[in-house]
Nanobody, 124 residues
Framework: VQLQASGGGLVQAGGSLRLSCAASGRTFSNYDMGWFRQAPGKERDIVAAIYWNGLSTYYTDSAKGRFTISRDNAKNLVYLQMNSLKPEDTAVYYC??????????????????WGQGTQVTVSS
């Protein structure tokens, strides 16, 4: 599967953005999906993940209550709706795919396919 992320940009603190990740190639529903982010000088960390059928999700503590991950298997899309953005959310955001399994994978090393990244900048 190939991934193409989009939707990043510059937003003021408290604003919202919706990231999209379009998948192509193989059967999208065979994959669990994750959104990761990497700030300058920091490691790439998970933000949210979603099960292949959308019935299970995971959020890092900083994302809970503000971000929502969702997917549309008919359109081969996964989304990350980000509300109440903070300057510390500034990072390059990546979508990633991993063959579906019983448990959601939270470690970036488990994901074998990555999108190109989209920059999110939140100004104070």
């Amino acid at each position: 599967v190939q991934l193409q992320a989009s939707g990043g940009g510059l937003v003021q603190a408290g604003g919202s953005l919706r990231l999209s990740c379009a998948a192509s190639g193989r059967t999208f529903s065979n994959y669990d999906m994750g959104w990761f982010r990497q700030a300058p000088g920091k490691e790439r960390d998970i933000v949210a993940a979603i099960y292949w059928n959308g019935l299970s999700t995971y959020y890092t503590d900083s994302a809970k209550g503000r971000f929502t991950i969702s997917r549309d298997n008919a359109k081969n899309l996964v989304y990350l709706q980000m509300n109440s953005l903070k300057p510390e959310d500034t990072a390059v955001y990546y979508c990633a795919a991993v063959p579906r399994s019983r448990d959601l994978r939270l470690d970036s090393s488990a994901y074998d396919t990555w999108g190109q990244g989209t920059q999110v900048t939140v100004s104070s």
